[in-house]
């Protein structure tokens, strides 16, 4: 029963909110910084051989891990009268192929951006991973749900997925691999403007209930978050528009520090 429970949606319908800004949520913010300095301290050390060959496996994992959840959601959809959760879909739905958020279409391009070297692309999905994997941090959905403290299949499938759109492109610009400048940002903005009609595409043709990227509904209406939970929806557009710029914005000056590391060798042995 224990290997059921784990292999299972259940609960991802709860809403994040009763974690929001608590202690839970903290661990789970704490928890994740955590890592992600462990690992870049001890990944820096290494190699450049194995410094690679991580990131090869860290790539494989999160592809593996997305379409991994799929199936699990396919096989909830064949396997259950009732569907466990709104995450169960059958094989022939566009979620099995396409996805139409951010983090999703981050979690596909981020792998081809890294291993063909698209360089038009890699300013946008390196800056894009970044954000879209630290927004899910600050604004858990899908994540903290049910019971944060039973541990499911898909949680741990999210939790290191963000984790690592967040740590891949800040590890390879700290370990000089490649560098993603902020003369480079007109890339960013045609990919986010990209991201932003794909994302409207699948609201209005695809699937009018997935508010993808939240451009339909304001899901913080009502809710703890300040400003925001009060502004109605259509209008909230805007506002989340100014949160994205300054969100593109912080992460630039994000990445000069480790792009400072990588020029300074701070924390690299000779190779």
Request: hydrophobic fraction near 55%; include cysteine; glycine fraction near 6%.
């Amino acid at each position: 029963m224990r290997l059921l429970s784990f292999f299972s949606s259940s609960g991802m319908d709860e809403q994040p909110m009763r974690y929001l800004f608590t202690r839970i949520h903290l661990i789970y913010v704490l928890a994740c910084a955590f890592i992600f300095i462990v690992l870049m301290r001890v990944m820096l050390r290494q190699k450049r051989s194995v410094r690679m060959a991580f990131v090869n496996v860290c790539l494989i994992l999160i592809l593996l891990l997305k379409y991994a959840g799929e199936a699990l959601f396919i096989s909830e959809w064949y396997t259950h009268d009732i569907p466990v959760s709104t995450y169960s879909h059958p094989f022939w739905d566009f979620r099995t192929f396409f996805s139409f958020q951010m983090c999703g279409v981050d979690n596909i391009l981020l792998p081809l951006v890294i291993w063909f070297k698209l360089k038009p692309l890699k300013d946008y999905v390196f800056t894009a991973s970044i954000l879209g994997g630290l927004s899910v941090m600050l604004y858990p959905l899908g994540v903290l749900s049910g019971d944060p403290f039973v541990f499911t299949f898909p949680m741990l499938r999210s939790m290191f997925i963000h984790l690592m759109l967040v740590f891949l492109p800040c590890f390879l610009i700290a370990s000089g691999e490649t560098k993603v400048e902020a003369r480079h940002w007109k890339r960013t903005l045609v990919g986010l403007f990209a991201m932003a009609g794909w994302a409207m595409f699948g609201n209005l043709f695809v699937d009018w209930n997935a508010n993808n990227m939240y451009l339909v509904i304001n899901p913080f209406y009502g809710g703890p978050v300040p400003i925001i939970s009060a502004i109605p929806n259509g209008w909230h557009v805007l506002l989340l528009a100014a949160m994205v710029f300054i969100g593109f914005f912080l992460v630039y000056q994000f990445i000069r520090i480790f792009d400072h590391i990588a020029r300074r060798r701070i924390l690299l042995q000779p190779v």
